[in-house]
């Protein structure tokens, strides 16, 4: 089983980042955490702050990997383009935020990704990484 987690903008910040929001853990730590957990799986991360670079890492992955847990981030809300790539490629997609975004502000209640994810995890902090892996077992 291969998987992979992309995470868009502003995301290489966790952990300093509104931490009220998004927690104190940095992703690298709570990487490693995942890695011992799911130690079968095959489980790599991928971040970016630039657009193309995800949707180019979405055709890389997306016609040999078993799952693609995408965090999207700002993209999420604006990206015409990354929701294209996620409908073009073959590997299931799983969106996820780490907060609420549905108790949020309003433009954060529109996706262009979840129409066309195979499902949508959102507001249970880091956690919900793990039930996105889970989502794919
Ligand atoms: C986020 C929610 C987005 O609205 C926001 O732009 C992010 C993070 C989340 O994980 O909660 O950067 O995707």
């Given amino acids: 089983m ?14 300093k980042r ?3 929001i998004y927690g104190s853990e940095t992703f690298e730590d709570f990487f490693r ?3 011992l957990k799911f130690e079968t799986i095959e489980l790599s991360y991928f971040q970016s702050n630039i657009e193309g670079e995800i949707i180019d890492k979405l055709h890389e992955v997306g016609f040999s990997y078993d799952g693609i847990i995408l965090n999207a981030a700002a ?15 073959e590997t299931p997609v799983v969106e996820l935020h780490i907060s609420n975004i549905h108790a949020r502000e ?4 529109q996706s262009f990704i979840a129409p066309v994810a195979k499902g949508v995890l959102f507001g249970f902090g880091l956690k919900g990484y793990e039930l996105a892996i889970q ?3």
């Fill in 2 to 15: 291969k998987l992979i987690i992309i995470n868009g903008p502003n995301l290489n910040l966790l952990g």
């Fill in 18 to 20: 509104e931490p009220e």
């Fill in 33 to 35: 955490t995942l890695q």
């Fill in 75 to 89: 993209y999420t809300h604006t990206s015409v383009g990354i929701g294209d790539a996620v409908k073009g490629i």
């Fill in 106 to 109: 309003e433009f954060r209640h």
């Fill in 135 to 137: 989502s794919f077992l």
